[in-house]
């Protein structure tokens, strides 16, 4: 049965109204064509651009622009984007907001990444804060938190996190994420511990409870590495072994019970990576024993997965 | 004859049920409505979630891997065309075994048949070098079988189990041929450029107004492929583009001397009229992604502009064209919004059908990414000594952590 017999059948045992038949025809045919994500993907490119423009231009002109020039521009542009978000914003509410426009979400990230910015700039050339100069990120973090609540947005939250991140000392600029040394796996740790706590306290006390995910991935993704790469360094010979297995079955339960299977495929993945190091390491030397393994345990998370996916057939 | 293993009205089940939980997502029906909606249409089929489906594809790829590496190993000492036997063996095998799962146990884009194609592809291909080493071939020659081997066998795979990267494997395979004929650079784009419109063409010819739904759809991705792969062929200023974000340098190679003038210009023109072209064939046809890639193109002929004029590029470019790219969206946004029903010409801004919530996005991770960026674009910051000596990348400045 094609699909505008099928409308028809159904608009005939009153299954769906006339309404309702027309639009979803419509879509259907692709005479109502909604290019809203379209839109919102080139605003957002756009702002990126502009800010990656405006580092651009700083890093290679700051000499000839001068501080007042730069600070000024930059201070002038930001309070001018948060001068708008909180003219035009709804008021604050614990539940999901909707923006106001569609471009609202992006003038607030593009205030808050020229914030960025602006700080890291006053305080590179002036050295306000001296020895602790790296507490701007903590300021930053802070009202990038506020911001994000106060006006429900993740891209916002998402940058204040990873401001948290780069106050621990992680940044693009690090390449040996993988193999960090024992000093940044144990912040990598803290960190992780600490955004899973903001997470878990926001969405019991039911304040935004769908930022939770973006707490729960970034949470997840360091606590993993980090273990990850203390399990390269000491095999089966330390906590990290065990706590990255109770951290995966952890995130597998998890996962299994809110029904986002996205953590399953984190648990999964990470998981293997700790076994499979441990046990490699286990069965060193021996060719035939390592082929062995990864047949019988790849053939393993198969039918676990098998079955998991059969189990969950109704959400698929 | 149809080749394929899935039926029409299977793919096209399946495709309403893909639109009606996006329908259900966006609320424009209901769970019952939905739950009538699948009761009329159902394939008869197994599908899985996208997760699961990575899952199944990765973990057979490694059980296939492993499987035909342990057999190799094994006979390690046989010689090359025992080998080359034992993995066109495997190869044959799982393709069976793949055919089987769809055929017996009624997989449909689960992961595990598709990783099997995927291994018995390599296995075809890694046998024939084995068994082509014995008689000591050139490098070209080799190389251009290869790509010949890959673009046959995923086009194949394509036809027979309809999956999308299939046939941009084939295709992607197709466009390396010419770059291994140790022809002049123009020669090269020509034939690239004349091949991929061929196909394009081809694939005009093949999407019929009658079609169903879902093979429009697939055309569609096909043509949006062919289109950037089209405009990536034509603009000769790409790969210096790409190298611009490596070394921070304009025109590595004066492109104007290497190719003859009024190719050089001939692709100049191009560069506006293929994405002008894709944004009005899109509308037109009302193809999105054809739309989509149109759009995408032409920022890339903006961003390639100043190359292709020999003109000098500044730091606040990039600026530049996002203030357009900002502006230009408000415009349309708000030129959609002015029309009755919100909607111009069919094409409507109202936030229509939501995207799957998969707890974190591309736009969420990009935004992480932002911090970083801004901390690393500081003055005066050293990069590549972030770890070793203690100093803090993420506070962007060069003091001791």
Known sequence: ?316 | MNFCLYSSLQEEYIDIRRQVRTWLRSGLISEDQMQAFFGETDPGLYQTNLFFRVLFFVFTLLCACAVTGLFVWLMEKAGNKILAMVVLFFGIFYFILSEHLVKMRRLYRYGIEEALLMAGMVCFVVSFLLWINNYHLNHKTISIAVCLLFSVISGLIYLRFGYLYAAVISLAAVCIIPYQLSLPPVAERVILFCVLCSIFIFSLIADKRENENFRKERYTKMQTCLLVAIYLTVNLQIPGLAWLFIVEKGNIHDLSKIYPQYLYWISYVLTFLIPAAGILWGIKSRKRLVLNAGLVVACATLATNKSYLGMTRYAWDPAILGIVLVVLSIMVHRWLDSGPEQKKQGFTAVNLLKPEDRGISLGDAAAAMTAGAIADQQPGVKQDSFFEDGKSGGGGASRHF
């Open chain 1, 1 to 316: 049965m094609t699909f505008p017999g099928l409308l028809k059948k159904m608009r005939d045992e009153q299954k769906i109204n006339a309404g309702q038949a027309g639009l979803l025809l419509d879509l259907y045919e692709r005479r109502i064509i909604p290019v809203h994500r379209e839109l919102r993907f080139f605003l957002y490119f756009g702002v990126l651009l502009i800010v990656a423009g405006a580092g651009l231009t700083i890093r290679q002109y700051f000499i000839h622009l001068g501080d007042i020039a730069i600070i000024a521009s930059l201070t002038l542009c930001c309070a001018a984007a948060f001068v708008y978000c909180f003219w035009k914003g709804s008021p604050f509410s614990r539940r999901e907001v909707t923006s106001p426009s569609i471009a609202f979400d992006y003038v607030l990230f593009f205030g808050c990444a020229l914030f960025s910015m602006d700080i890291a700039y006053v305080e590179m050339q002036f050295h306000i804060l001296g020895d602790g100069w790296k507490n701007y990120l903590l300021i930053s973090f802070a009202l990038f938190i506020f911001l994000a609540y106060r006006f429900d947005n993740r891209l916002v939250l998402s940058l204040a996190l990873s401001t948290l991140a780069a106050w621990f000392g992680f940044s693009l600029a690090s390449r040996r994420f993988f193999s960090f040394s024992e000093y940044y796996r144990v912040y990598a740790i803290i960190y992780a511990l600490i955004v899973m706590g903001m997470g878990i306290l926001t969405n019991r006390v039911a304040v935004k409870k769908h930022f939770f995910d973006i707490y729960f991935n970034f949470a997840v993704h360091f606590l993993c590495i980090a273990l990850i790469a203390g399990v390269a360094e000491y095999k089966i010979l330390s906590l990290y072994f065990p706590a990255l297995l109770i951290t995966c079955v952890g995130l597998a339960f998890y996962s299994a019970r809110v029904r986002k299977f996205i953590y399953m495929l984190y648990a999964v993945i990470y998981g293997y990576l700790g076994v499979s190091i441990v046990a490699v390491d286990w069965i060193h030397r021996e060719t035939f024993l390592i082929f062995a393994y990864f047949i019988v345990t790849s053939l393993l998370v198969i039918g676990f997965i098998f079955k998991m996916s059969r189990q969950f057939r109704e959400d698929q």
